[in-house]
């Protein structure tokens, strides 16, 4: 732990019965970054950041926040963290100004200073128009909005973000990764957990995967996806086309058999570059074989977990072997 | 892989930075004033109370309970246990009081274990605040309707013939007497609130030890009329102790030793229950 470190964890082990949700997770987040955790349903994100956040006791392990350490001072803990959950987590009963009243009355500003201050969050969120509308009128993407906010009103240095994108249209999540990007600009350093690898690389400076409570790798995206493998060129060809010719002549560009599935008549081309993609497009045009459709498809999070753990995100396979590859990526 | 490459977001703070985390971290004090807990309860009952304008259902229990029940009992019971009605009403008013403001306790349980249920408590819980403000806040806000619950009984009283005669000052000590002991009390409530699995199973305990207690109790009979074990019981009932100290107030106009051992058995209750509450609602994380 240096003194830019935001965030230190070591040993954390949370059980639930026989069940540990958390099993040893060490974590250790700079201050100014924001820290990805990826990781499908249940493999203990929520819970990890429960435990950093106060909200759920540590078991097993030790964890400080800027140096303060989260059990035996819970209470300077809460002033130096904003917590956003993946529930809205306001009062339905209540509009969005008296949201905002509230919370910062509750952390000790002024009357007036608590009105000034949910003006301009409503202002910076968006949701002027909305100030004195009951929450339950709300629409996600809004809640969403209205929750960050109300985790800012008193500036901490740090906030948890647990799931910030779940169940969002794609404009929404954009404003909400936009947002989020501004925050590290003002100086705060933003712990997320997400499901899906795209919003861990678009935003994330380093990333850790977790599955069943355990962390499986750590680095930056880059490092992460390469360790994966890399995109894959997915050809639909024409109806008639010659599939042998074509795999000879994809093969002869990128060095590398594809994948053929004859009766439906596609190739899968594994790219070590994009930029192959233009090449084995031209060579397939040379040869006059006649492509029906194109695509390149990214790892997505399921590959990247059957190439990290040698299982995928599904419930289905929990007898498989128990294969955690310590790739450790630094 | 283009599609995938992305420019980093600038990781180091701008320029402008706003955000000091030293700074943060010397501000943070490591408990919570006294003085914060009164303004974070106070907020807490300003919430409450927000939400009691918006859903005036809430007030159904403590102003229909004291309308048909006082009403319904003196014409009931009146000319069997006492003669006339007349004659029943010093009797059966202060019993209603009694009555009414503990199944209103057990209302001020309902509603906070269905308020811990949703979001906001969550965040609650994250935020630097004493844990007592959350449950003392609806209790503080609370107190509107015991008052509305004890007021509106004695009015009713006085609108069939009831007539105390401990004057106003006797009645208003009546009505205060029986707001604190319902305060008091409601803090066993929130402690089943926070331990219960649902509001139904509040509900459904909270009915299994009230109703015997303001039944079994001097509430609605003389004690003088009833089998040996059961008037023991009677007595030892605190219940019995609040009706009867009501009584000497609205009645007599009397500071008599009832009162004082409700006084006393009321802070006894807040001294063992707001502890333990606390504590639950601390474990419940």
Same mark, same amino acid.
């Given at each position: 732990?240096?003194?830019?470190?935001?965030?230190?964890?070591?040993?954390?082990?949370?059980?639930?019965?026989?069940?540990?949700?958390?099993?040893?997770?060490?974590?250790?987040?700079?201050?100014?970054?924001?820290?990805?955790?990826?990781?499908?349903?249940?493999?203990?994100?929520?819970?990890?950041?429960?435990?950093?956040?106060?909200?759920?006791?540590?078991?097993?392990?030790?964890? &400080?926040?800027?140096?303060?350490?989260?059990?035996?001072?819970?209470?300077r803990? #809460?002033?130096?963290?904003?917590?956003?959950?993946?529930?809205?987590?306001?009062?339905?009963?209540?509009?969005?100004?008296?949201?905002?009243?509230?919370?910062?009355?509750?952390?000790?500003? #002024?009357?007036?200073?608590?009105?000034?201050t949910?003006?301009?969050?409503?202002?910076?969120?968006?949701?002027?128009?909305?100030?004195?509308?009951?929450?339950?009128?709300?629409?996600?993407?809004m809640?969403? #909005?209205?929750?960050?906010?109300?985790?800012?009103?008193?500036?901490p240095?740090?906030?948890?973000?647990?799931?910030?994108?779940?169940?969002l249209?794609?404009?929404? #999540?954009?404003?909400?990764?936009?947002?989020?990007?501004d925050?590290?600009?003002?100086?705060?350093?933003?712990?997320?957990?997400t499901?899906?690898?795209?919003?861990?690389?678009?935003?994330?400076?380093?990333?850790?995967?977790?599955?069943?409570?355990?962390?499986?790798?750590?680095?930056?995206?880059?490092?992460?996806? &390469? &360790?994966?493998?890399?995109?894959?060129?997915?050809?639909?060809?024409?109806?008639?086309?010659d599939?042998?010719?074509?795999?000879?002549v994809?093969?002869?560009v990128?060095?590398?058999e594809?994948?053929?599935?004859?009766?439906?008549?596609?190739?899968?081309?594994?790219?070590?570059?994009?930029?192959?993609?233009?090449?084995?497009?031209?060579?397939?045009?040379?040869?006059?074989?006649?492509i029906?459709?194109?695509?390149?498809?990214?790892?997505?999070?399921?590959?990247?977990f059957?190439?990290?753990?040698?299982?995928?995100?599904?419930?289905g396979?929990?007898?498989?072997?128990?294969e955690?590859?310590?790739?450790?990526?630094? | 892989?283009?599609?995938?490459?992305?420019?980093?977001?600038?990781?180091?703070?701008?320029?402008?930075?706003?955000v000091?985390?030293?700074?943060?971290?010397?501000?943070?004090?490591?408990?919570?004033s006294?003085?914060?807990?009164?303004?974070?309860?106070?907020?807490?009952?300003?919430?409450?109370?927000?939400?009691? @304008?918006?859903n005036?259902?809430?007030?159904?229990?403590?102003?229909?309970?004291?309308?048909?029940?006082?009403?319904?009992?003196?014409?009931?019971?009146?000319?069997?246990?006492?003669?006339?009605?007349?004659?029943?009403?010093?009797?059966?008013?202060?019993?209603?009081?009694?009555?009414?403001?503990?199944t209103?306790?057990?209302?001020?349980?309902?509603?906070?274990?269905?308020?811990?249920?949703?979001?906001?408590?969550?965040?609650?819980?994250?935020?630097?605040?004493?844990?007592?403000?959350?449950?003392?806040?609806?209790?503080?806000?609370?107190?509107? @309707?015991?008052?509305?619950?004890?007021s509106?009984?004695?009015?009713?009283?006085?609108?069939?013939?009831?007539?105390?005669?401990?004057?106003?000052?006797?009645?208003?000590?009546?009505?205060?007497?029986?707001?604190?002991?319902?305060?008091?009390?409601?803090?066993?409530?929130?402690?089943?609130?926070?331990?219960?699995?649902?509001?139904?199973?509040?509900?459904?305990y909270s009915?299994?030890?009230?109703?015997?207690?303001?039944?079994?109790s001097?509430?609605?009979?003389?004690?003088?009329?009833?089998?040996?074990?059961?008037?023991?019981?009677?007595?030892?009932?605190?219940?019995?102790?609040?009706?009867?100290?009501?009584?000497?107030?609205?009645?007599?106009?009397?500071?008599?030793?009832?009162?004082?051992?409700?006084?006393?058995?009321?802070?006894?209750?807040?001294?063992?229950?707001?502890?333990l509450?606390?504590?639950?609602?601390?474990?419940?994380?």
């Amino acid at each position: 732990m240096t003194p830019t470190t935001a965030v230190y964890a070591t040993g954390l082990v949370k059980s639930f019965g026989g069940f540990r949700a958390v099993d040893g997770i060490d974590l250790t987040v700079d201050q100014g970054e924001i820290y990805g955790v990826l990781g499908p349903n249940g493999a203990g994100k929520t819970t990890m950041l429960k435990m950093l956040a106060t909200l759920l006791p540590i078991d097993a392990g030790q964890a &400080s926040l800027f140096g303060v350490d989260v059990a035996r001072e819970p209470h300077r803990i #809460r002033q130096l963290l904003g917590v956003t959950g993946q529930y809205a987590s306001v009062d339905e009963d209540l509009t969005a100004t008296e949201n905002l009243w509230l919370f910062g009355r509750l952390q000790g500003l #002024r009357s007036a200073d608590a009105r000034a201050t949910a003006k301009r969050l409503l202002a910076q969120f968006d949701l002027e128009e909305a100030a004195n509308k009951p929450i339950a009128q709300f629409s996600g993407g809004m809640r969403r #909005r209205l929750d960050l906010a109300a985790s800012l009103i008193t500036r901490p240095p740090l906030i948890f973000l647990d799931e910030p994108t779940t169940g969002l249209d794609p404009r929404t #999540r954009g404003q909400m990764w936009d947002t989020i990007r501004d925050l590290v600009a003002d100086g705060c350093t933003v712990l997320l957990t997400t499901q899906y690898l795209d919003e861990a690389d678009q935003l994330a400076d380093r990333i850790s995967v977790i599955d069943r409570g355990r962390k499986v790798a750590e680095g930056t995206p880059d490092e992460l996806k &390469s &360790s994966v493998g890399d995109s894959t060129l997915q050809l639909q060809l024409a109806a008639g086309a010659d599939q042998e010719l074509a795999a000879q002549v994809v093969g002869r560009v990128v060095g590398q058999e594809p994948v053929l599935t004859p009766e439906s008549a596609r190739m899968n081309v594994p790219l070590d570059v994009a930029d192959d993609a233009a090449d084995v497009l031209i060579a397939l045009r040379q040869a006059e074989i006649p492509i029906a459709s194109v695509s390149v498809a990214k790892p997505t999070l399921d590959e990247v977990f059957l190439a990290l753990t040698g299982h995928d995100t599904g419930e289905g396979d929990q007898e498989t072997t128990r294969e955690h590859l310590a790739l450790e990526i630094r | 892989m283009s599609t995938l490459t992305f420019d980093p977001t600038p990781t180091t703070p701008a320029a402008t930075a706003t955000v000091d985390p030293a700074a943060a971290v010397a501000r943070a004090h490591a408990r919570v004033s006294p003085a914060e807990t009164v303004s974070q309860t106070l907020s807490m009952a300003w919430r409450a109370l927000k939400k009691m @304008r918006r859903n005036p259902e809430q007030f159904f229990d403590v102003t229909f309970q004291p309308l048909l029940f006082t009403a319904m009992f003196a014409y009931i019971f009146g000319g069997a246990i006492s003669g006339n009605v007349q004659r029943y009403l010093p009797l059966i008013i202060p019993g209603i009081v009694a009555q009414t403001v503990l199944t209103t306790c057990m209302s001020t349980g309902v509603q906070l274990r269905e308020d811990m249920e949703k979001g906001v408590f969550d965040r609650f819980k994250a935020l630097p605040i004493a844990r007592i403000a959350p449950l003392a806040g609806p209790m503080v806000a609370d107190l509107v @309707r015991y008052l509305i619950a004890a007021s509106l009984t004695f009015v009713v009283g006085v609108i069939i013939g009831y007539r105390p005669h401990g004057g106003p000052l006797g009645v208003l000590g009546a009505i205060l007497l029986a707001v604190f002991t319902g305060w008091a009390i409601a803090w066993i409530f929130t402690w089943f609130g926070i331990l219960a699995r649902s509001a139904r199973a509040v509900q459904g305990y909270s009915m299994m030890v009230l109703f015997p207690l303001t039944f079994l109790s001097n509430a609605f009979v003389p004690v003088g009329t009833l089998p040996g074990g059961l008037r023991t019981f009677v007595k030892f009932n605190p219940v019995s102790h609040l009706v009867s100290a009501t009584r000497d107030l609205a009645n007599h106009g009397v500071l008599s030793s009832e009162v004082g051992w409700t006084l006393l058995a009321g802070l006894v209750v807040i001294a063992i229950f707001a502890p333990l509450s606390v504590r639950s609602y601390k474990r419940h994380l």
